[in-house]
């Protein structure tokens, strides 16, 4: 099964074009024409790899005709890897521009974004057009992509780490056939009672109706709680100065519209983002189906086209209930950035905390904070996300005593994004260019080149401009955060491997969270599948180290009970 295929189908009609493709990329034989896509790649079930332009042309045509692939790989996935790597990215990713690059051609423009349309879920992977490329065009685009990656800092961990993508990408679309399991009716009494009555003509509900009034009589006089400008306006009035409407701030007021508007803020959210007009837009059938978009921001991590599938409230998960005779495995990873953190710093200390499948914060403070667990858990938190002055500071430098290869690791990624270099992840996914480093030395500001080392040699943050330490702060994140995403593709194409034989589905997807959907008697089997495909990912992705990649499993009828 070491195969590979490149297929792509015809513009008019149910036909494909398909060769098989030798080492280099290039046709080992002679581009065939058959008249049906899906009895084409029904009739090669030993294809180790089908090479295409893009998941979303061809594979939801395949899962409807009940047709699973092992592997793919994504053409344009690919390719904004590829830039991002190059240092090029937000250059057009699609295979047409790919190819015009070669010939030296005007290179088009990517077309505009697709919306998902609310009520049309049956349109939200549709194959679409194949972007004016010729099957000729698309095998010479591929064949040079395998040059690029050759050409990359680390050659095989991209090549792992775009063969992970594009196993997201199959993964994303067999989510978005399965669905979520959502009773729609469990939805309506959970609105019911945050929400009350529904009024005719679309207006708020009962409650929030309540609570603007108690609002407004706090006030003294009529104010929309959903306009922020006009409650800032109301808080000026009654001698209080308010910068935002945000709920840690409105709690530090002593005043007794705070309390009816926070919680009208709660329910508003709701109401408009998961209320009655998203239930009636979005689930079909007893199922909400999101497209998800692997790779959807430059970290790696996933979004959504539509449907706030990552946002869905703890009240209303209430409604997300497993069929009869079904249940639902809920997996957290746990501490999952520090554990990527000790695997990518290769830090002995770090590496042997992370080497338990406990907590990780609990062994942290024991090493490093006198058994302060909530201390511990800012510390490295802080050296992640970059909370570098003030106690932040005095938690740095306790951290590198105890852990300097890890500290050195995510102060590197901050200089280097300062100094407006690329940073790249674990496997090679890379942050976008510094746009502002060549106008603030235009400008005349500070560059990080010369933040200044203290006597023991250590990175000192702080010397930068405003915009090149913002950039540091991301870069130092994005290497963790990213790394941690590239993990947990590998992880879900673990799971998706293990799971093949079962009736299991893999349904939902969020950061370090997964979801199974599966009878009650394969919930056994699947949360231990889960567990082995954390392992399998930290080993394929970071070698083999100590580091332990555990999750939290719940098995349960409502996805609310997991929490």
Not at 298 to 313: D, E, F, K, M, Y
Request: charge should be negative.
């Amino acid at each position: 099964m070491n195969e590979r295929w490149a297929l792509a189908p015809e513009p008019e009609g149910d036909g494909a074009l398909l060769v098989a493709l030798g080492p280099d990329g290039l046709p080992a034989g002679e581009v065939r024409r058959e008249p049906d896509l899906v009895a084409a790649v029904r009739s090669r079930p030993d294809v180790a790899r089908w090479v295409w332009r893009a998941t979303s042309e061809v594979y939801p045509r395949l899962l409807a005709a009940g047709v699973r692939v092992e592997r793919c790989y994504d053409v344009e996935d690919a390719e904004q890897l590829l830039l991002g790597h190059e240092g090029r990215l937000g250059e057009p990713r699609s295979a047409a521009a790919a190819w015009a690059r070669l010939r030296n051609a005007p290179v088009p423009p990517d077309p505009p974004a697709r919306a998902a349309e609310p009520g049309s879920q049956d349109s939200l992977f549709e194959p679409v057009a194949s972007a004016g490329i010729p099957f000729d065009g698309l095998l010479q685009v591929y064949a040079e992509q395998q040059r690029r990656h050759d050409r990359a800092e680390h050659p095989g961990r991209m090549r792992l780490l775009t063969a992970a993508e594009s196993a997201g990408m199959l993964v994303a679309a067999e989510m978005h056939r399965a669905g979520l399991p959502w009773r729609a009716d469990v939805h309506r009494e959970v609105l019911h009672g945050l929400l009350g009555e529904r009024y005719a003509g679309g207006g708020e509900p009962r409650r929030l109706a309540e609570l603007a009034d108690e609002v407004s009589a706090a006030f003294g006089h009529r104010v929309r709680p959903d306009l922020p400008a006009e409650v800032l306006k109301a808080f000026a009035r009654a001698g209080i100065r308010v910068r935002s409407t945000r709920r840690w701030e409105l709690e530090e007021i002593d005043h007794p519209a705070v309390a009816p508007l926070i919680a009208y803020k709660k329910l508003y959210r709701i109401w408009t983002a998961h209320g009655w007009s998203w239930l009636a837009d979005w689930v079909r059938d007893g199922r909400f189906r999101p497209e998800y978009l692997p790779g959807g921001t430059v970290s790696g991590r996933w979004t959504t086209n539509g449907g706030g599938a990552l946002q869905i409230p703890k009240v209303i998960r209430q409604a997300v209930v497993a069929d009869e005779g079904w249940r639902l495995v809920v997996a957290d990873a746990d501490q999952m950035e520090p554990r990527v953190l000790a695997a990518i710093s290769r830090d002995p200390g770090l590496m042997e905390v992370a080497g338990h499948p406990d907590d990780l914060y609990t062994r942290l403070s024991d090493r490093a904070f006198s058994g302060d667990r909530d201390h511990a858990k800012l510390a490295l938190l802080g050296a992640v996300y970059g909370q570098t002055s003030g106690d932040g500071l005095k938690n740095l430098a306790a951290l590198r005593r105890r852990f300097p290869r890890a500290v050195a690791y995510v102060d590197d990624a901050a200089k280097a994004g300062e100094e407006g270099r690329l940073v790249r992840t674990w496997l090679g996914r890379t942050s976008p260019k510094a746009a502002g480093a060549a106008e603030d030395e235009e400008a005349g500001l500070p560059q990080a080149a010369a933040a200044e080392d203290d006597a023991s040699g250590q990175y000192v943050p702080g010397y930068a401009s405003t915009d090149a330490r913002a950039r540091g702060r991301f870069t130092r994140n994005f290497v963790v955060q990213g790394s941690a995403a590239d993990w947990a593709l590998l992880m879900l194409a673990a799971l998706r491997r293990a799971t093949a034989g079962m009736r299991a589905e893999l349904v939902f997807f969020q950061h370090d969270e997964v979801i199974v959907h599966c009878p009650a008697e394969e919930a056994p089997a699947v949360t231990e599948a889960i567990r082995a495909a954390g392992d399998e990912a930290g080993r394929i992705a970071f070698g083999e180290t100590p580091v332990r990649f555990p999750f939290t499993t719940a098995t349960v009828e409502r996805y609310s009970e997991a929490k």
